[in-house]
């Protein structure tokens, strides 16, 4: 019987499901049909593949050649379609053997001179095959992803010719040579260490309290004040990723078709889209959905600089996300999940002008500004640090040594260790429950909390997110309880109701 099955993977987000491509040839006149809900750039494939295997010497059969892929509910897009269905035409023709590629799996779009090209998202294919314990064959310039995994089965492919010989046991082709043992840790870029700001103590306090419970944090300051600077400087208190958190955050990097450098692995990504992007550039999306760039900014930093320039929209998008961990993208075709548990660091003026104190704007003009940001958005801040200008005579003072971001690193490290240990998770994601019992604040404390958020008119959520800033703070004081002082710090880093109150006073 003149059929043969070929397995392949396709691309459904984070996901690759696996694909059979069957190719059956019969008599009649010659034609080629492909099946099993194609888009465009697969039907394409039937000029590429035939072009391919005339070019690269072998024999295209002059029958009926019938190709399905299924399964046929599953859409199907992209190139990487080309290499599974040239083999499954190749073995249906009897021109290589069928029980040679019985098990392996096969991904690769094809040149018209028979040249394996590389793919865009193969890296939860590769996971997808070491996981089944299937051989996998792939393009050689998709070589990179392949060491990320470090599976010893994956077989690189540069053109037809070298794959045939190799089926037929002449010849041999590049593997993955070394496991993981490459990775180390990320070293700490010199060039972004908290010394070089200069002044701001209550700001890096409020960075450092952030770094080590995973607490979303909006600076508000004039211009100039070095509230980007600050941001920035995040990235090296932070612990590295693991390595199966960086593989998670290498397949979405994949997906969207970015390469993750191996020395950069497992260092946590930083995101800064401008104030122009549109919603699905931020959450993800498209007719064939691909990451934003909150899922981008997975187990690491999305920085959103002058903040009230977003449009209303597309801030109020990342509410969500900023609760569930994820972003549910719902098509007629599809409905994918992206992790997008990303740890907000956003930075604004606090007037058009820039300045409250002596400002050219009036109070009605600073209100209106400010509500460009919704009350439920600034809700999901658990830190809001007022970053002023810098007194008189601070730039022309002597060089006072400034702590750097290795000694605040080393501090936040150990305060994210004792959470870990704890709870499981860092502060900011301990439920209510969890929180009662790691706070354990007695009457009078509860009460005081209470009062304070009646007075700021805060809501129940800022009831619980003051506490658990509260915890990281004792945390990183290595003090066993919550007290009076670290509520009272908590509270400190209030600025922008701080701000609200006072406008609402004028």
């Known amino acids: 019987m003149a059929i043969a099955c070929v397995m392949t993977r396709a691309s459904c987000g984070v996901q690759a499901p696996k694909v059979i491509v069957e190719v059956h040839l019969s008599n009649g006149l010659p034609g080629f049909s492909l099946v099993g809900l194609p888009e465009a750039s697969v039907k394409e494939a039937k000029e590429r593949v035939r072009s391919a295997l005339i070019n690269a ?3 295209f059969p002059m029958q009926r050649i019938t190709v399905n892929l299924a399964p046929a509910d599953l859409p199907k897009q992209g190139g990487r379609y080309d290499l599974p269905i040239a083999i499954g035409i190749l073995a249906a023709s009897e021109q290589i053997p069928k029980k040679a590629i019985a098990d392996a799996e096969f991904v690769g779009e094809l040149a018209l001179t028979g040249q394996v090209r590389p793919c865009v998202g193969l890296l939860p294919a590769i996971i997808a095959a070491r996981d089944d314990g299937h051989p996998m064959f ?3 310039d998709n070589r990179h992803e392949a060491e990320l995994v470090g599976y010893q089965q994956c077989h690189f492919v540069a053109d037809l010719q070298h794959l045939a010989a190799f089926i037929h046991g002449q010849g041999q082709l590049p593997k993955v040579d070394n496991q993981t043992q490459w990775i180390t840790e990320s070293a700490v870029d010199p060039k972004l260490c908290l010394s070089d700001v200069i002044g701001q103590y209550q700001a890096k306090q409020g ?12 600076l508000m300051g004039p211009p100039g004040t070095g509230k980007s600077m600050l941001a920035s400087r995040i990235i090296p208190l932070l612990p590295n990723l693991s390595y199966q958190e960086a593989i998670e955050v290498a397949a979405i990097h994949s997906v969207a078709g970015l390469n993750t450098p191996s020395h950069n692995f497992l260092q946590r990504p930083f995101r800064s889209p401008h104030h122009t992007c549109s919603a699905i550039s931020l959450v993800g999306g498209g007719s064939v ?11 690491g930093i999305l920085f959103l600089d002058e903040l009230p320039e ?7 998008c990342l509410r969500e996300p900023m609760e569930t961990g994820e972003v ?13 548990r990303f740890q907000l660091i956003a930075a604004m003026n606090p007037s058009p002008c820039g300045n409250v104190d002596k400002a050219r704007s009036t109070p009605d003009q600073i209100q209106r500004y400010l509500s460009r940001l919704s009350g439920p958005f600034l809700d999901r801040f658990d830190l809001t640090v007022d970053v002023p200008k810098l007194p008189s005579g601070a730039l022309s003072q002597a060089n006072i040594q400034a702590e750097t971001s290795i000694s605040v690193a080393a501090r936040v490290r150990k305060a994210r260790e004792k959470q870990l240990e704890r709870s499981g998770v860092l502060n900011n994601e301990l439920s209510p429950k969890a929180l009662k019992k790691v706070a354990n604040l007695d009457q009078a404390n509860l009460i005081f909390l209470e009062q304070s958020v009646q007075l700021l008119g805060l809501s129940v959520r800022s009831f619980h997110k003051i506490q658990r800033v509260a915890c990281t703070i004792a945390d990183l004081q290595e003090e066993a309880k919550v007290d009076r002082a670290h509520l009272a710090q908590a509270l400190g880093y209030r600025a922008m109701d701080r701000l609200i109150a006072r406008l609402r006073q004028q």
């Open 57 to 59: 010497g072998f024999e």
């Open 138 to 140: 792939m393009p050689l």
């Open 207 to 218: 960075l450092e309290i952030a770094a080590a419970g995973g607490h979303n944090l909006l």
């Open 289 to 299: 959905p691909k990451p934003g760039e909150i899922s981008l900014a997975h187990r």
């Open 310 to 316: 977003f449009p209303r929209r597309v801030l109020d």
């Open 328 to 340: 549910v993208i719902s098509r007629a075709a599809a409905k994918l999940t992206f992790a997008s």
